[in-house]
């Protein structure tokens, strides 16, 4: 079996990131001989824009066959990192790549590594959300040190190909998180159709149209649920909830949610709504399939990849609000039950040993 180093966040911290990174992990070790090296440290609390980087439902855990060691802010422990990578005869690495933070530490891993190791960059995002030149150039440098590349979307594969011609990459679908429990049913529903806009609010993920798509649908029995942190502070979107008059159908729930918590939103929506200015991937969107609940998403970035107009979605223009109530007023007379079950078979499609198995044929 081929000798494996995965490099990246695990639970307990929290997110997207490292909750792929450890069902990754999880799903590669009955495919090779994997090492994974996660982080006691992941990021600075100065730099970090939410309350806490670790999962308050996991502090203390540790997850099995992974080694904590790597600190973002002190080179000593990459270096560590470097050295027992080459001693272990690694011969394939594995670096998820989702922001320029890493920029610097990653480029000190494949220059070190040059012709000792190949290195596979797993790119959630080729470029920061919102990237500026700076950080797009960073990217560039440190993506261009790659020799292979594994993304969840098309659009990204075609970034990667004018970053570094001719390398070898693959695409598969972002898999659902599969450990999300089962509902305990805990939510009551407060109208007939109920929507649902998960994770962390960024501005490039559009809630503000979203607002304003509900507040033309007037004469509809609905409510939003809002249920994720804000990165930039939640009152601009409060005003324009209070200025639309619709703060009786809006519930905001600005915080951090668990895995549980997480399970009962899903369970109690009719139809999770991502009303993304711009996207890679989402990890939403299966997200809502393991729940058997269909999207209303923006045809942005890699959304188009996995959701079939009219089986498991529909799909709207980005920024604009008329499209995206029209489409929630169509939904809304719908039979659901076909959806349903539909998003249900494709959340079984969207496996995490198909994931690992894409990712290891690869080279």
Excluded at 136 to 155: D, E, I, M, N, P
Excluded at 287 to 292: D, P, S
Excluded at 338 to 343: I, L, Q
Aim: glycine share 6%; proline share 6%.
């Amino acid at each position: 079996m081929k000798r494996v180093t995965l490099i990246g966040p695990t639970l307990p911290f929290r997110g997207g990131i490292a909750q792929h990174t450890t069902l990754l992990h999880r799903a590669l070790r009955s495919n090779c001989e994997l090492e994974t090296i996660s982080f006691s440290r992941l990021y600075p609390k100065w730099l970090y824009p939410g309350a806490s980087d670790v999962d308050a439902s996991y502090e203390g855990y540790e997850e099995p066959g992974v080694c904590y060691q790597l600190d973002s802010i002190h080179p000593s422990t990459w270096m560590a990192a470097s050295d027992r990578i080459i001693e272990r005869r690694t011969e394939l690495l594995i670096l998820p790549w989702w922001t320029v933070f890493w920029s610097l530490n990653y480029w000190y891993l494949a220059r070190k590594l040059r012709g000792k190791v190949p290195v596979l960059f797993l790119c959630h995002n080729v470029y920061d959300h919102n990237a500026k030149f700076f950080s797009s150039f960073l990217a560039r440098k440190v993506l261009s040190k790659g020799q292979y590349f594994f993304t969840h979307s098309k659009a990204e594969k075609a970034k990667l190909a004018e970053i570094a011609p001719g390398r070898k990459s693959i695409v598969a679908p972002h898999p659902a998180y599969s450990q999300f429990p089962s509902s305990q049913k805990t939510l009551n529903r407060r109208a007939s159709l109920e929507l649902l806009f998960f994770g962390f609010v960024r501005p490039y993920k559009g809630l503000p149209h979203l607002i304003e798509a509900v507040s033309k649908l007037g004469d509809l029995d609905l409510h939003l649920t809002v249920a994720g942190e804000f990165w930039d502070g939640s009152e601009s979107v409060r005003a324009l909830i209070r200025e639309l008059g619709i703060s009786a159908r809006v519930e905001i729930k600005s915080t951090y949610i668990s895995e549980g918590e997480a399970a009962d939103v899903f369970e109690r929506a009719d139809v999770v709504v991502l009303p993304y200015l711009s996207a890679t991937s989402s990890g939403v969107i299966p997200l809502a399939y393991r729940y058997g609940r269909p999207v209303i998403a923006s045809r942005v970035g890699g959304i188009p990849d996995v959701v079939t107009e009219g089986v498991t979605g529909f799909l709207v223009p980005p920024g604009d609000s008329d499209s995206l109530a029209a489409s929630i007023r169509s939904f809304s007379i719908l039979p659901r039950s076909k959806m349903n079950r539909a998003c249900f078979e494709a959340a079984g499609e969207f496996t995490w040993a198909h994931c690992a198995k894409a990712l290891l044929s690869i080279c």
